[in-house]
């Protein structure tokens, strides 16, 4: 696959707050649903690549025997650096925070990625 674009720079903050607007667009039945998760923005992931957009780092809600209080929040990871590295401009750059907090989202659901590719999500 050929890496595309990278011409947009955005510190942390900035990246942030894209990431809040996007999640904000989101219809409310997919994020009303969602319970103990925390968005999370990291640089990249722990092995360095600019391979992986983001990550759903928990247990599917189809995976879960039981769910109580304390139970650490899931965390759904999108990873900045690797984001602005294939988008050429900020729409474009909104564009993929917006499919890759779907992607992952869905992952909470129980939705695996084969079923994404099928409904163009992956």
Not at 12 to 38: S, Y
């Amino acid at each position: 696959m050929a890496e595309i674009g990278g011409d947009v720079q955005l510190d942390a903050e900035a990246f942030e707050a894209i990431v809040v607007d996007e999640l904000d667009l989101l219809p409310d039945d997919m994020v009303d649903g969602l319970e103990n998760v925390v968005f999370v923005v990291e640089d990249r992931p722990e092995d360095g690549s600019l391979d992986l957009l983001g990550l759903y780092d928990g247990t599917s809600l189809t995976e879960r025997d039981r769910y109580g209080f304390g139970e650490m929040p899931d965390r759904i990871i999108l990873y900045r650096e690797p984001l602005l590295a294939i988008c050429d401009d900020e729409d474009e750059l909104r564009d993929e925070i917006h499919v890759t907090l779907v992607h992952e989202i869905a992952h909470f659901y129980g939705i695996d990625d084969d079923r994404l590719h099928e409904l163009g999500w992956a």
